[in-house]
């Protein structure tokens, strides 16, 4: 295309972004309509892209940071052929594809979800990552971001990442509108501001006008040949760029325009223009295969070991077994026990230092791209990521998080360290596995299946050594449990995972002396949950003690609660959980002082099976 149909193409894509708000009667006509030149000359002369094959591995990959500005996005989809006129008017319809922000469920062409902002670009970050160190291929990843966006700190992690890896196969767009959500934004159209910033970091930058086409394809060009380094491009814009009433106006954020037809007659009307975007090079796709393999470690009963050093060796045997595995961490690798895979594999792991989002954005931008990440650090830390988490699963993308030094258990580093959230807000993402295993050999088992998994797979591990009770062939079905004492004259049962499975244990040959009788089951599969054995133990035991390193709120006791929200009776329910704030101690004292050791817990079940003989 030349100029002029360039900027034909542009007015064609703020019209339709209108069209598609109007017929929506919502949406961010004017936040699409700032970015419409951007989008028209990448979408012209420089996106090499299949749609008919958006898993070609030559392809190009674009992520719209700025999610809301989908009238955009699914208009250049038009143009170029991937969606009908009547489609685009479905626009934020029920049941229609084309949804308020993107995602990947739903439409083939976009790499991740999108909307919660500061996030497209760390995980552009990860997709470059994958296209220079792993698929070696030519491809490009370009960013389109907003402005507003940059106050994210996850931005400012993502350039740094990028800089420090030389992804000179990353562009970043920055569509400087001025105007954010309810006014302006921090710097404005000073472009010099953010340019600065991101030199400091390490990038190229170029600033240029954002609706001078010719300036804008110099711009990708410059880019496009830059090495060494990424490269963003800050582009002055205008929000609502073209109509009178709205352009660079406060207050019109997320609304469509108030009078759509005069707004399409002043842009000059539909247009029906087709765009043929360049077709990615032919390239090879290194298929990572499996051979079938795997050889996890063994231990036999009665060792002494972590379940982080578990983690650590059974994940260096997954990578040894298939070659789409790949490791990430937070800078704490010899505490989670990364290090093991890192040695053996060094170019498959990834080390994002003191950067949890970039950690977790990373992990999802090398699943996009067909690896099998498994991101770790501290459980207390994934706090930081959440979103991150959170998006992730709107994505459909599968990650597995590691988060180790779980509770009180981890002793005298205290409580800044200890996480107690974590199973709580893992199992409160959708289609998430929360396990929590309790021994070395269980550990290895469950890092082996979580591989295979769907979604977002979260495994929580020990710092301290623990026996291994469980032989190498035992075998650990997610969803499943594992019945470790039973009898006919049951009293009680306890249910327990990770650390106090051994205390559970422990009380319960203190509670056998004194002639008590109580079953424990190790609930590693935190979600989903056996529901038939917790049922089944409710019905034979009459009482269920639920014993966790973890706050009251939304963990173990909460897992198990759910096994019998289906309408039928609720057994009688008793938690032991951390239910005040923990300060530095030992990790016998730890469990002592939140009441879960095994002297708190044959206490408990020792007042319980009282009470019930009294009632």
């Known amino acids: 295309m030349n100029t002029a149909e360039l900027t034909e193409l ?7 972004s209108v069209r598609a708000s109007a017929a929506a009667g919502s949406g961010h006509p004017t936040s699409s309509m700032s970015a419409a030149d951007l989008m028209a000359v990448l979408l012209a002369r420089h996106l090499r892209y299949d749609f008919e094959r958006p898993a070609h591995p030559g392809n190009d990959r674009f992520v719209l940071s700025k999610g809301h500005a989908t009238p955009l996005l699914y208009s250049a989809y038009k143009a170029v052929g991937a969606i009908e006129d009547g489609e685009l008017l479905t626009f934020r319809r029920i049941g229609s594809r084309l949804e308020g922000h993107p995602t990947p469920r739903r439409v083939p062409w976009v790499e991740t979800a999108s909307g ?3 996030q497209g670009l760390p995980i552009g970050v990860g997709i470059a990552l994958a296209g220079k160190r792993l698929d070696r291929a030519g491809y490009r990843v370009w960013v389109l971001c907003g402005d507003s966006e940059l106050a ?67 711009a990708y060009g410059e880019a496009r040949s830059t090495t060494g380094q990424p490269t963003v491009i800050l582009a002055r814009t205008l929000k609502g760029k073209g109509v009178a009433d709205v352009q660079d106006r406060e207050g019109l954020h997320g609304k469509p325009l108030p009078d759509a037809d005069a707004a399409i007659a002043e842009l000059g009307g539909p247009r029906d223009l087709h765009v043929r975007v360049h077709e990615p090079p032919a390239t090879r796709a290194l298929h990572a295969v499996p051979d079938g393999n795997l050889e996890l470690p063994r231990w036999d009963k009665g060792e002494e070991v972590a379940t982080r050093n578990a ?26 026990r990364a290090e093991f895979f890192a040695k053996e594999f060094p170019d498959r792991f990834f080390e994002c230092y003191i950067a949890e989002q970039q950690m977790v954005a990373a992990a999802v931008g090398l699943a996009t791209r067909g690896r099998v990440p498994y991101a770790s650090t501290f459980a207390a830390f994934l706090t930081r990521a959440y979103d991150f988490v959170r998006m992730a699963s709107i994505s459909g993308v599968g990650v597995n998080l590691v988060g180790s030094h779980a509770g009180v258990a981890i002793g005298q580093d205290g409580p800044s360290q200890m996480g107690l959230e974590d199973l709580a ?34 495994l929580r591990t020990s710092r301290g050594a623990g026996p291994v009770i469980y032989g190498p062939d035992e075998e650990f079905p997610v969803g499943g449990s594992k019945v470790l004492r039973a009898g006919d004259h ?37 979600k989903p949950v056996d529901r038939l054995t917790l049922r089944q133990a409710a019905e034979e035991t009459g009482l269920l003690l639920t014993v966790e390193d973890h706050h009251e709120e939304g963990g173990l006791g ?37 009441g879960i050791d095994a002297a708190s817990i044959a206490a408990a079940g020792k007042l319980l099976v009282e009470e019930a003989v009294v009632r």
Not at 10 to 16: I, K, Y
Not at 178 to 206: C, E, K, M, N, S
Not at 426 to 439: I, N
Not at 504 to 515: F, H, I, Q, S
Request: with cysteine; net charge negative.
């Open 425 to 458: 807000m893992m199992r409160a993402v959708y289609d998430s596995t929360v396990l929590y295993p309790c021994d070395a050999n269980q550990t290895a088992k469950l890092v082996a299946a979580m591989a295979g998994l769907d979604g977002i797979r979260y």
């Open 116 to 118: 919660s902002l500061g």
């Open 490 to 526: 049951d009293r009680l049962t306890v249910v327990a995972a990770g650390v106090t499975v051994h205390e559970a244990l422990a009380a319960a040959d203190v509670l056998a002396r004194e002639g008590i009788a109580i079953r424990v089951i190790d609930l590693y599969s935190v």
């Open 152 to 218: 994210e700190g996850s931005v400012w992690e993502a350039a740094e990442h990028a800089a420090y890896e030389n992804l000179d196969n990353l562009t970043a767009i920055v569509d400087v509108n001025r105007l954010g959500q309810r006014g302006p934004t921090r710097h404005g159209h000073d472009l010099d501001a953010y340019a600065r910033r991101f030199q400091a970091f390490g990038w190229h930058t170029v600033e240029v006008d954002g609706h001078d086409v010719d300036a804008v394809d110099r």
């Open 10 to 16: 542009a007015q064609q894509l703020r019209v339709d």
């Open 558 to 594: 909460d897992a198990v609660l759910d096994a019998f929200l289906d309408g039928r009776p609720v057994p009688r329910l008793v938690r032991l959980a951390v239910r005040m704030m923990p300060g530095s101690a030992s990790p016998d004292e730890q469990l002592h002082a939140a």
């Open 311 to 336: 983690y650590g060796e059974a994940l260096a045997a997954l990578g040894a077994a298939r070659s789409d595995v790949v490791a990430l961490d937070g800078e704490v690798s010899d505490s989670t």
